[in-house]
């Protein structure tokens, strides 16, 4: 299996209707703070980071690696698309796959950013990477990520408890390049 390590990073901005996913900058430090901080955003995520904890994690310029990608609306982040190998803790049936994460802030809620940004980094990875599956695990109480995760594609593989709570599981197949 291609790790996704080994694609050229960062990859040019992609650009979609409304958005622009990029690589992480300095000027995205605040928002990464906000984003990570945030009890709305991580509602069903465990709850939000200690803003002094982030700070100090976070010193200059978010870390840039393979997969994660900013989304920009209009030259500011309003969240963050990650792509990144499915480990131990996710789920047996999931490990080795690419995993798809998201994050946005609660201002950019409502507008279909989350879908636009998604998509179009789903479409960068099957053009990157071909034949990759991809899994993506929400809390089932998360309607609006359970919303997504069918407009995205993804069917159930299965259900779990983790973390105090019914998770999804759901998996994309490969887009062939007929579909």
């Known amino acids: ?13 992609i650009r979609t209707e409304r958005l622009v996913l990029r690589a992480p900058e300095v000027r995205d430090r605040a928002a990464f703070i906000e984003l990570l901080t ?28 393979p997969g994660s990608f900013v989304v920009d609306r209009e030259g500011a982040m309003i969240g963050q698309i990650l792509l990144r190998r499915a480990t131990e803790h996710r789920r ?15 201002r950019a809620w409502g507008h279909g950013y989350a879908a636009e940004a998604c998509a179009a980094a789903l479409d960068w990875l099957a053009a990157a ?8 695990a929400t809390q089932t109480a998360n309607a609006r990520s359970m919303r ?5 594609g993804f069917t159930e593989v299965e259900r779990f408890q983790a973390w105090g709570a019914e998770q999804w599981l759901g998996l994309r197949p490969p887009v062939t390049p007929s579909e």
């Open 38 to 65: 945030s009890p709305e955003v991580h509602t069903y995520l465990g709850g939000p980071r200690p803003l002094d904890e982030v700070e100090r994690a976070m010193p200059g310029a978010p870390e840039r690696w």
């Open 148 to 152: 997504l995760a069918a407009k995205l």
């Open 129 to 136: 990477l071909p034949d990759e599956p991809v899994v993506l």
């Open 92 to 106: 047996p049936a999931a490990v080795g796959m690419v995993d798809l994460g998201y994050l946005l802030l609660p």
């Open 1 to 13: 299996m291609t790790a996704l390590a080994s694609v050229a990073w960062p990859p040019a901005p």
